[in-house]
């Protein structure tokens, strides 16, 4: 498994933007040997998607949707630097994860990461992204508030996609108290799909 962290530019999150973590994740998947399987939540999900003609099988969990669906989104602004570490708190972070023992919460309180605004403008104005070629499976959450279950739903009707929905909000497929149920039914998923072909 390879599961690299996005950086931003040595200028600092304020002057990163949307190529600069693209280029990562290209870089990263051309490095891999094949079979390659990308998997990627939220704003990674759509960064996940966008590099998909490189990869063999594509996972995504509660991802920003690509353009023309990206219009079903409420609209937000971002600033330059979206402050999410430097105003967590800990009951916040319970909060947006109700799934999640007390031992995960306070691993990802510890864990929050600032975002470039920019990148985030880039993705809600809509990214360009050709439905995959490989083997994709969509997990959606039912109480996401974030991207809701309805618009991940349309995604994968309109990329004839697999569908997987689960319990929890945003966050909770990947640090909830389900999430290594899920895991292991994502990794069922991909072998059978890599028999098919």
């Known amino acids: 498994m390879h599961a690299p962290d996005l950086q931003p530019q040595p200028a600092g999150l304020g002057s990163t933007r949307w190529e600069d973590y693209a280029g990562q994740v290209r870089a990263h998947l051309a490095c891999l040997p ?7 939540a939220s ?19 509660n991802p920003l949707p690509p ?8 609209a937000r602004e971002w600033p330059e630097v979206v402050p999410w570490r430097r105003l967590a708190r800990l009951p916040g972070t319970r909060a947006a994860m109700p799934d999640a023992d007390a031992a995960s919460a306070l691993a990802a309180f510890r864990h929050w990461r600032d975002e470039s605004g920019a990148v985030l403008c880039h993705a809600a104005a809509g990214v360009e992204v050709a439905p995959p070629a490989c083997p994709t499976l969509v997990i959606a959450s039912l109480d996401d508030t974030d991207v809701p279950a309805a618009l991940s739903r349309s995604l994968a009707q309109a990329w004839q996609a697999d569908w997987l929905e689960v319990d929890g909000g ?7 108290r389900q999430a290594a149920a899920l895991a292991s039914q994502a990794v069922d998923w991909l072998n059978r799909r890599r028999r098919q072909i």
């Open 67 to 74: 353009a023309s669906l990206h219009r079903q989104l409420p």
């Open 43 to 61: 704003l990674g999900g759509l960064l996940a998607a966008e590099a998909a003609a490189s990869a063999d099988a594509l996972i995504l969990i």
């Open 170 to 176: 945003h966050v909770d497929p990947l640090l909830g």
């Open 34 to 40: 094949a079979p390659r399987t990308v998997v990627g």
